[in-house]
């Protein structure tokens, strides 16, 4: 049959504008969130994590927030530059193992 | 560069055979992980090893197996391959086995069974 790929939810915005992708997991119980940048042909890459005692965390150009209520994560980038393309995952862990279980994913395009 | 490492980049074979993926950890991590990452499916956890046993199973189908060896590499088989087996496979290595730890990725290898 005929293979359907995942429709993932896409994102463009202007170089220079501020991106902001949004996530909702699963599990109640998960403790522990990553979001993964991943560009076409290569792995997934670490941006940024936070735990669940944690509503905010910043890095360099990018923030993620927590909302364990309404089970929702989102990652924001500021000053969104053309390398930053790419499809973003939200990735959650439930402990007490440490496998990570990965949404689907939202494409990423920065206009020049 | 994650310090994850994977072999071979790229796998072409036939419908029926069986194939070696092969990952060294990041130095110092005792952990690791191997997930599949298909059009239809997105990216799917099969398998966890820790210092060399096996740990967690996820969506692993009984003709794929792994293994860890003392020297912390992995290997993950792909036996009786069929056409939607073709994939990304992609190996993450993390320090510790509680949950909560990091995973770093490698860049991948590509499977095509033609």
């Known amino acids: 049959g005929e293979s359907v790929g995942l429709h993932l939810p896409t994102l463009s915005v202007q170089e220079g504008d501020n991106s902001i992708i949004n996530c909702a997991y699963s599990?109640?119980?998960?403790?522990?969130f990553i979001w993964y940048k991943q560009e076409s042909g290569k792995g997934p890459q670490f941006i940024i994590d936070?735990?669940?005692?944690?509503d905010k965390r910043q890095g360099q150009r990018v923030t993620v927030l927590l909302n364990k209520t309404v089970k929702h994560l989102s990652l924001q980038i500021a000053a969104t530059q053309p390398g930053d393309s790419a499809v973003y995952f939200c990735?959650?862990?439930?402990?007490?193992?440490?496998?990570?279980?990965f949404g689907t994913g939202t494409s990423l395009t920065v206009i020049p | 560069d994650s310090g994850v490492t994977q072999t071979p980049k790229h796998l072409i074979t036939a419908t029926g055979q069986r194939v070696t993926l092969r990952c060294s950890p990041r130095?110092?991590?005792?952990?690791v992980y191997w997930y599949q990452q298909s059009l239809d499916q997105g990216l799917q956890f099969l398998i966890q090893?820790?210092?060399?046993?096996?740990?967690a199973k996820g969506n692993i189908l009984e003709r794929f197996s792994a293994q860890q060896f003392p020297d912390l590499h992995s290997e993950l088989n792909l036996s009786s391959l069929e056409l939607g087996d073709s994939a990304l496979y992609f190996c993450?290595?993390?320090?510790?086995?509680?949950?909560?730890?990091?995973?770093?990725f490698g860049p991948g290898t590509r499977l095509t069974v033609l």
């Open positions: 936070i735990r669940s005692n944690m």
């Open positions: 993450a290595s993390s320090s510790g086995l509680a949950g909560g730890t990091t995973q770093y």
């Open positions: 130095s110092g991590d005792l952990s």
């Open positions: 090893y820790y210092n060399g046993e096996e740990r």
């Open positions: 990735a959650e862990n439930t402990p007490p193992g440490n496998q990570f279980y």
């Open positions: 599990n109640s119980a998960s403790d522990y």
